[in-house]
T-cell receptor, first 111, second 122 residues
């Protein structure tokens, strides 16, 4: 059974800092891994998707990496801004289509 | 495309009443997921469909919950009878893995969410 863990559960940083969010999964036989952002009271917005054959994806100030063998992914946010404050979730999909989420990391970027 | 559309956005009902949540996935997508989100348990996968066929319903809490997908453009999640502990935000999401889905979406399996249906059972 796939289990997805995100550390830390919450993170508070000053504006401008670079930061790393962590996601680990127990079953390395994945189809893809996806990072999402969720603002309070809102739905989930897709940030980055990494296919199982890929090692990383980049979008603007965001960079996500994937190491299947160790069951880990990281989301790197460069030069953080107060607008980045949100909950970040990672989700892992298996070959059969099942997609499991971690509990998320609540990020607060202070001005 | 308008994205994944869910209705109602908010529902307040009394214990014992039947609740029906609706979802219209993105046109051409071949996977549809129902999730439930609470503060205590986070995002839980309830059930998912592939080409309108239920693949895994192991996350459905109990027999009070049922989900259907009569065609590729519509799905329902029904709770009968509802209980206060069912209060949560229910999300529908869709993705495309097979075929081309037209020019708008590649078959990467990227998941797109609706805005959610917030259910309160009194």
């Amino acid at each position: 059974k796939q289990e997805v863990t995100q550390i830390p559960a919450a993170l508070s940083v000053p504006e401008g800092e670079n930061l790393v969010l962590n996601c680990s999964f127990t079953d390395s036989a994945i189809y893809n891994l996806q990072w999402f952002r969720q603002d309070p009271g809102k739905g989930l917005t897709s940030l980055l998707l990494i296919q199982s054959s890929q090692r990383e994806q980049t979008s603007g100030r965001l960079n996500a990496s994937l190491d299947k063998s160790s069951g880990r992914s990281t989301l790197y946010i460069a030069a953080s801004q107060p607008g980045d404050s949100a909950t970040y979730l990672c989700a892992v999909s298996n070959q059969g289509g099942k997609l499991i989420f971690g509990q998320g990391t609540e990020l607060s970027v202070k001005p | 495309d308008a994205g994944v559309i869910q209705s109602p956005r908010h529902e307040v009902t009394e214990m014992g009443q039947e609740v029906t949540l609706r979802c219209k996935p993105i046109s051409g997508h071949d996977y549809l997921f129902w999730y439930r989100q609470t503060m205590m348990r986070g995002l839980e996968l309830l059930i998912y469909f592939n080409n309108n066929v239920p693949i895994d319903d192991s996350g459905m809490p109990e027999d009070r919950f049922s989900a259907k997908m009569p065609n590729a453009s519509f799905s329902t999640l029904k709770i009968q009878p509802s209980e206060p502990r069912d209060s949560a935000v229910y999300f529908c999401a869709s993705s495309l893995r097979s075929g081309t889905g037209g020019n708008a979406f590649k078959n990467t399996g990227e998941l797109f969410f609706g805005e959610g249906s917030r259910l309160t059972v009194l």
